[in-house]
C-alpha cells in the first residue's frame, strides 16, 4: 500500500469561509502585497501576474468581503477612485493561506513525478 | 443601442443594479472601474451578467440573506453593524415565514374540510396523518412566531415611548401600517370565520376558534381565482372584497413588521432570543413541506368523469402551495444561517 500523506489542515481562518469568493479573494490579497491599489490597478495587476481579469462586480464582492473581514482597509483618496491596502490581518490571512496552498502543490507535485517515473 | 452611449453613462446604469446603501459607500469608485472597464471592452456581456449578479448577490446582503454588512471607508464592521445585520436577517426570515404559514393555513384547511366529507372507515391513512402532522406543526410555528413577536413588541413600545423624535418618526408610520393591517385581518378573518365548514366539529385537536380564523385569512388562497367568471359566481361579494384585499393586508403588514425590526435596534439579548426561535422555525418549517409533499404524491384518486374532485385530492393550488412550502425553506434557511453567523461575530465568537 503507498504511503497516505495528510497533508496539514488550512490554518488560512481569514479565508475559510470565503467560500467562492477565496480565489478573487487570495488574487486581490496578493496583489495588495506589493502596495495599495484602486480598483483598477488591482484588476490590471492581478491580469497581469495570474492571467484572471477579475470582472468588475466579482472583484468588488470579494472586496466588500476582504474589508468586512478587516483584511483589507480603504484609504482616503482625493479623486473618486479609491485605493485599498492590505492590513496585519489580511497579510497573516494570506500568508496562512498561501502555505497551504504551497503544501497542496507540493504534495500534488510530487505524486505527479513518482507516477512518472514508475510509468 | 447601449453600446454606442458614453461609458459614464452606461456605467451609471450598471449601478442601478446595486442597491442604495451600497452605492452610497462603493458607488463612485465602483463607477471609474466600469468606466475604465468600457473604455478597454465596450462590448462585453460577461460584464453585464456579471455585475448583474453582483448586485443581486448585493440586495441578499441588504435583506440580511447573504454576505456581510457594509461598514464605512477605512473603518471596520463595528458590533452595531453585525446586530443590524442581525436585525435584517430576522426581518427576512419573518416575511418568509409568513407566506409559509399563509400556504400552510390553506392547505391544512382544505385536508380538514375533506376530512368532514369522508366516514372515518373511508378516509386515506397518509392524508389523515398529514392532516395531524401538519397540524402539529403549524401550531408550533404559530407558537414559535407568537413567542419571537412578545419581546420585539416589548422593545418597539419601549423605543416608541422613551425614544427621541427621530426614533418615533421612523417607527410611527410602519406601525400604524402594521396595526391597521392587523386590525383589517382580525375583523374581517372574526367576520368570515363564520362560514368555516368545520363549526360544530371539525375532527382535529387544533382549537376551533383559530382554525376557524386560519381558514378564513387564508380564503384568498384559491383555484378560483384562474376562473375568474366561477370566482364571481360562487362567492357573495363581501367574501369576494374579502378574498381580493386581505392578501394586500397581509402584505403590508409583514413589510411593514420587517421595516420595524430593521428600525427596532433590538438588544443583543433579544437578538439572541429570537436567533434561537428562528432556528427552531426552521426545524419545523421541513415536518409541514415533508407532510404536505407527501399528500400531494399520494394524493392519486382524482374527478370522477366530469363530477367535482374527490376529497383529499390535490388540485393545482395545493401543488402550488407546496412549491411555495419547498422554496421558502432554503430562504428561511439561509436568514436564519446569515443571523447566527452575525450575532455569533458580533459577541465575539467568531
Not at chain 1, 497581469?48 to 480603504?74: C, D, H, I, K, N
Not at chain 2, 415611548?161 to 421612523?170: D, I, Q
Amino acid at each position: 500500500m503507498p504511503k497516505r500523506e495528510r497533508a496539514p489542515a488550512d490554518d488560512g481562518a481569514g479565508l475559510a469561509g470565503f467560500g467562492r469568493y477565496a480565489g478573487p479573494a487570495t488574487l486581490i490579497l496578493s496583489s495588495l502585497a506589493d502596495g495599495p491599489k484602486h480598483g483598477y490597478a488591482l484588476t490590471k495587476d492581478v491580469e497581469e501576474f495570474a492571467g484572471v481579469r477579475l470582472a468588475p462586480g466579482t472583484l468588488y464582492e470579494a472586496l466588500a468581503r476582504l474589508e468586512s473581514q478587516g483584511l483589507t482597509e480603504a484609504l482616503e483618496s482625493a479623486d473618486r477612485r479609491r485605493p485599498y491596502r492590505l492590513t496585519a490581518a489580511g497579510a497573516v490571512a494570506l500568508q496562512a493561506h498561501l502555505d497551504a496552498q504551497r503544501r497542496a502543490t507540493e504534495v500534488g507535485l510530487r505524486r505527479l513525478n513518482a507516477n512518472r517515473v514508475t510509468e | 443601442m447601449s453600446a454606442g452611449r458614453p461609458p459614464a453613462e452606461r456605467a451609471a446604469r450598471l449601478l442601478r443594479w446595486y442597491p442604495r446603501p451600497w452605492r452610497d459607500r462603493y458607488g463612485a469608485e465602483f463607477t471609474e472601474l466600469l468606466i475604465s472597464d468600457i473604455e478597454e471592452r465596450p462590448r462585453s456581456v460577461r460584464r453585464a451578467v456579471d455585475v448583474a449578479r453582483g448586485g443581486l448577490v448585493a440586495r441578499l446582503t441588504q435583506a440580511g440573506l447573504a454576505g456581510c454588512p457594509l461598514a464605512a471607508p477605512g473603518r471596520a464592521v463595528t458590533p452595531q453593524l453585525r446586530y443590524r445585520q442581525v436585525s435584517a436577517s430576522l426581518g427576512s426570515l419573518g416575511g418568509v415565514l409568513a407566506a409559509f404559514l399563509m400556504a400552510g393555513a390553506a392547505l391544512w384547511s382544505g385536508l380538514v374540510i375533506d376530512r368532514q366529507a369522508l366516514p372515518p372507515l373511508a378516509r386515506p391513512a397518509t392524508a389523515l396523518l398529514a392532516t395531524d402532522v401538519i397540524s402539529v406543526a403549524m401550531l408550533a410555528l404559530l407558537a414559535l412566531a407568537a413567542a419571537a413577536a412578545l419581546p420585539v413588541l416589548a422593545t418597539l413600545a419601549v423605543r416608541f415611548w422613551a425614544g427621541g423624535r427621530a426614533v418615533r418618526k421612523a417607527l410611527r408610520r410602519p406601525a400604524a401600517v402594521l396595526l391597521a393591517g392587523v386590525t383589517f385581518l382580525f375583523i374581517g378573518g372574526r367576520h368570515f370565520e363564520n362560514g368555516w365548514p368545520g363549526t360544530g366539529g371539525h375532527g382535529s385537536f387544533v382549537p376551533a376558534g383559530l382554525a376557524a380564523f386560519e381558514w378564513a385569512t387564508s380564503l384568498s388562497v384559491s383555484a378560483y381565482w384562474a376562473h375568474p367568471a366561477g370566482f364571481f359566481a360562487s362567492f357573495p361579494r363581501p367574501e369576494v372584497y374579502w378574498m381580493g384585499t386581505s392578501p394586500l393586508a397581509l402584505a403590508a403588514s409583514v413589510i411593514a413588521a420587517v421595516i420595524l425590526i430593521r428600525r427596532a435596534g433590538l438588544p443583543s439579548r433579544v437578538l439572541a432570543f429570537e436567533v434561537r426561535l428562528a432556528t427552531a422555525a426552521c426545524a419545523v418549517m421541513p415536518v409541514v413541506f415533508g407532510a404536505a409533499a407527501c399528500w400531494v404524491a399520494t394524493s392519486g384518486g382524482s374527478h370522477p368523469a366530469g363530477g367535482l374532485p374527490l376529497p383529499f385530492h390535490a388540485g393545482l393550488i395545493d401543488l402550488a402551495c407546496t412549491a411555495l412550502l419547498a422554496l421558502a425553506l432554503p430562504l428561511a434557511a439561509q436568514a436564519a444561517r446569515t443571523a447566527r453567523r452575525e450575532l455569533r461575530l458580533a459577541q465575539g465568537r467568531a
